[in-house]
């Protein structure tokens, strides 16, 4: 998935997934692979809970990316049987406003994925979209660098930004009955990026206005510049509960909008991890204040996306998730009803960089294996149409 890892990097994977989407020996612990985890529920999927449905592993699927490879219902159904996938996360990066898309959304792969008991998830992003858009500039966000490609920013900072993607989800669920709802990558850009590349945001002078009135109180006078917030101290500790607040008020009004339309209906907060993080610096840096999301919006699921930083090193171990357990105890801790799930990415390095080893499906099987067995509830992978096209799946 999209993240920071150089500016080079960043222009090629962007470039890559802009034109795509524009129409828009690691061996298993355990004998056996892929069916030694959570593959004894025998239970009739339509008595299940959405919840239940949403056990175990799923992967992430790009619509547009499927059906640009050809690959049949049929076949698609067989390879995750295979996987032992539970459930689909659609995955759609481009505009669109929730209203009825049967280009986005073909009839014959949803009832083959229902026929087989599937569960299948939306996933949006919450910080942009690929390509352009016809939103106000107002509700842009802005850069200390601006991003080098076709994607469009907008900020948790705007209401009006919020209230819209809040209508776009009643839409949707009037038009189709997910299991749940989740936006990914819904933080401000991005990973120490205020050291390096500046693609650091939201620094417009809408953000700063409304911080100085609201959080300075200083209603009568001029916006404070980004500067002027970074090198206070005591200001930018402001600037930062400024930051989490909107996210955290994002997420609580998406999980209002859903459970308005259709309570059965599941919401997913996303989170970041990165190893030798701390949560005060991912807070910092993307405005998550992970154990708030948990503790006061209650999602049915927080998902833990694994960082640019991470996912970009092509020497990974599967089981790198371990050196997420400082997130997932604090998680535990201020919300320990709250399921957790785990995103890797098993294919976009190998994709771009074909001298780089490639995550099989022994690597992915491990991961797979590795999370259940260490307390998540669910995991996923991005993507199942870029792995395909690199020969790849399990065995």
């Not at 056996?32 to 529920?41: E, L, R, T």
Request: hydrophobic share 35%.
């Amino acid at each position: 998935m999209r993240g920071n890892i150089n500016k080079e990097g960043l222009i090629t994977i962007f470039l890559f997934v802009t034109l795509l989407f524009s129409p828009f020996y690691y061996g298993c612990d355990k004998s056996g692979g892929i069916n030694d985890i959570d593959n004894n529920d025998t239970t009739d999927i339509a008595e299940k809970s959405n919840l239940a449905k949403s056990k175990g592993n799923s992967i992430q699927i790009d619509p547009f990316a499927l059906y640009s490879l050809g690959i049949t219902p049929g076949q698609l159904i067989a390879d995750l049987k295979k996987a032992n996938i539970k459930y689909v996360h659609y995955f759609v990066v481009n505009y669109w406003n929730g209203g009825k898309n049967d280009d986005l959304f073909k009839k014959e792969y949803l009832d083959a994925l229902e026929e087989n008991g599937i569960g299948v998830w939306l996933m949006l992003l919450g910080n942009c979209f690929y390509g352009k858009t016809t939103f106000p500039k107002e509700w842009e966000m802005e850069f200390l660098t601006p991003y080098p490609e076709e994607i469009s920013f907008y900020s948790f900072h705007n209401d009006e930004y919020v209230n819209w993607q809040v209508m776009r989800v009643k839409t949707i669920l009037r038009n189709y009955n997910f299991v749940g709802i989740e936006f990914a990558e819904s933080y401000f850009p991005e990973w120490r990026t205020i050291y390096t590349n500046g693609f650091y945001g939201d620094v417009s002078l809408y953000a700063r206005r409304k911080f100085t009135r609201q959080y300075l109180g200083l209603v009568d006078e001029e916006p404070l510049s980004f500067d002027a917030i970074r090198n206070d101290p005591e200001i930018y500790k402001k600037w930062q509960d400024f930051r989490s607040d909107a996210v955290v008020n994002f997420n609580q009004k998406i999980k209002e909008a859903i459970k308005s339309i259709n309570p059965k209906t599941l919401f997913a907060s996303w989170g970041m991890g990165i190893r030798n993080g701390s949560l005060e610096e991912i807070r910092e840096h993307f405005g998550l204040d992970m154990e708030r999301i948990v503790k006061e919006v209650k999602p049915d699921i927080f998902y833990i996306q694994t960082a640019a930083q991470d996912w970009g090193d092509p020497g990974l171990e599967p089981d790198y998730l371990l050196a997420y357990s400082y997130i997932v105890d604090a998680l535990k801790k201020a919300a320990p009803d709250v399921p957790l799930g785990i995103q890797t990415d098993i294919a976009s390095l190998s994709f771009h960089d074909q001298s780089v080893e490639k995550r099989d499906g022994n690597w992915w099987t491990t991961f797979m294996n590795t999370s259940l067995s260490n307390g998540y509830y669910t995991n996923t992978a991005y993507e199942y149409s870029f792995y395909k096209q690199q020969g790849l799946w399990v065995e």
